[in-house]
């Protein structure tokens, strides 16, 4: 869960670095590399049901439960969109490039999106059932004890890959901490992994993170 705290302390800072391996578990299912980006199915080719889409405000209210406040509004908002956009894009049960090791074809999983939009609808319902208010109108700590009520059976020490997400709020968090925007926060500079960069910039330090304008505490 998040803090509402704008700039996270020191000792949350030096537990994410130390887990930060973490963040590359879902690499392989958000993308390579910004140099290598899959067009995403145009909609007459996707089936009716991926058709809907997110909830967005319910959607949104989640993504400022679950998501660092360092981010920003804008940054939480930013981490969302981008988060639609794959989940939009992705071709269920695609193949699946050839690793090293193995000759077999193996196919991507099947399409996870109608469960997560039936989880956010369950949140809501969550909410007014223990809290007496819609989600999206709860406080910041109402929204914080439905989520924990809702993920009380998963298990697990540390994040799932995006696709193996069960939850709509795991897998929210872990697609934003594949991301380079998550490394960049962890080490608080502008390392921006897994996007292309020229090779003059190899041997230079990378630069420090600009401030953050608006705390996404502020979100509702």
């Given at each position: 869960m998040r803090s509402d705290d704008a700039t996270p302390p020191a000792p949350a800072r030096r537990h994410?670095?130390?887990?930060?391996?973490?963040?590359?578990?879902?690499?392989?299912?958000?993308?390579?590399?910004?140099?290598?980006?899959?067009?995403?199915?145009?909609?007459?080719?996707?089936?009716?049901?991926r058709r809907v889409g997110f909830d967005r405000v319910l959607l949104?209210?989640?993504?400022?439960?679950?998501?660092?406040?360092?981010?920003?509004?804008?940054?939480v908002r930013a981490a969302t969109d981008r988060f639609v956009a794959w989940a939009d894009g992705y071709d269920p049960v695609a193949e699946?490039?050839?690793?090293?090791?193995?000759?077999?074809?193996?196919?991507?999983?099947?399409?996870?999106?109608?469960?997560?939009?039936?989880?956010?609808?369950?949140l809501d319902m969550l909410a007014r059932k223990s809290q007496r208010v819609p989600f999206v109108r709860a406080t910041p700590g109402q929204r914080t004890?439905?989520?924990?009520a809702a993920l009380r059976a998963?298990?697990?020490?540390?994040?799932?890959?995006?696709?193996?997400?069960?939850?709509?709020?795991?897998?929210?968090?872990?697609?934003?901490?594949?991301?380079?925007?998550?490394?960049?926060?962890?080490?608080?500079?502008?390392?921006?992994?897994?996007?292309c960069r020229k090779l003059d910039d190899a041997v230079r330090a990378p630069l420090p993170l600009a401030p953050t304008a608006t705390p996404a505490g502020g979100t509702t």
């Open positions: 994410f670095l130390k887990t930060a391996g973490v963040l590359a578990v879902g690499t392989a299912a958000v993308g390579s590399s910004a140099c290598d980006v899959k067009e995403p199915a145009t909609v007459d080719e996707q089936p009716a049901s949104d209210a989640l993504a400022s439960t679950v998501l660092p406040a360092a981010l920003g509004e804008a940054g699946e490039m050839h690793g090293y090791g193995y000759a077999d074809v193996r196919y991507l999983p099947a399409d996870p999106v109608p469960a997560w939009r039936a989880q956010l609808d369950a004890a439905v989520v924990e998963e298990g697990g020490e540390r994040l799932p890959a995006p696709l193996a997400a069960r939850h709509v709020a795991l897998a929210l968090l872990a697609h934003w901490s594949a991301s380079p925007e998550a490394w960049n926060l962890a080490l608080g500079a502008q390392v921006s992994p897994l996007t």
